[in-house]
């Protein structure tokens, strides 16, 4: 069955730095594109980044770009989100997903935290 495991959240510091984790198993990892989503308790999950299956395409939302990056190692079954710059808005669950044959999977989130 699907399963993705993310991992890597933590508390940072504003301007600070952290490189989030997610190891999926249960599917052809290279076929499916994988995204980031966060989300804060009362609101609703929003899409990060996301990256196509062989690596070629990414996208960000505005609020991360030229701050976060995305990107895949098809070898190990691993998407990464690296992020720069960190922002107490940019504290959230974070969470990694697949659609898969039409259904979405979700991880079971990691929490960032960015405060002083």
């Known amino acids: 069955q699907v399963q993705l495991v993310e991992s890597g959240g933590g508390l940072v510091q504003p301007g600070g730095s952290l490189r989030l984790f997610c190891v999926a198993s249960?599917?052809?990892?290279?076929?499916?594109?994988m995204s980031w989503y966060r989300q804060v308790p009362g609101k609703e999950r929003e899409l990060v980044a996301s990256?196509?299956?062989?690596?070629?395409?990414?996208n960000y939302a505005d609020s991360v770009k030229g701050r976060f990056t995305i990107s895949r190692d098809n070898a190990k079954n691993t998407v990464y989100l690296q992020m720069n710059n960190l922002k107490p808005e940019d504290t959230s669950i974070y969470y990694c997903n697949v659609r898969h044959r039409g259904t979405r999977y979700w991880g079971q989130g990691t929490q960032v935290t960015v405060s002083s």
């Open positions: 990256i196509t299956g062989a690596g070629g395409v990414t």
């Open positions: 249960g599917f052809t990892f290279s076929s499916y594109s």
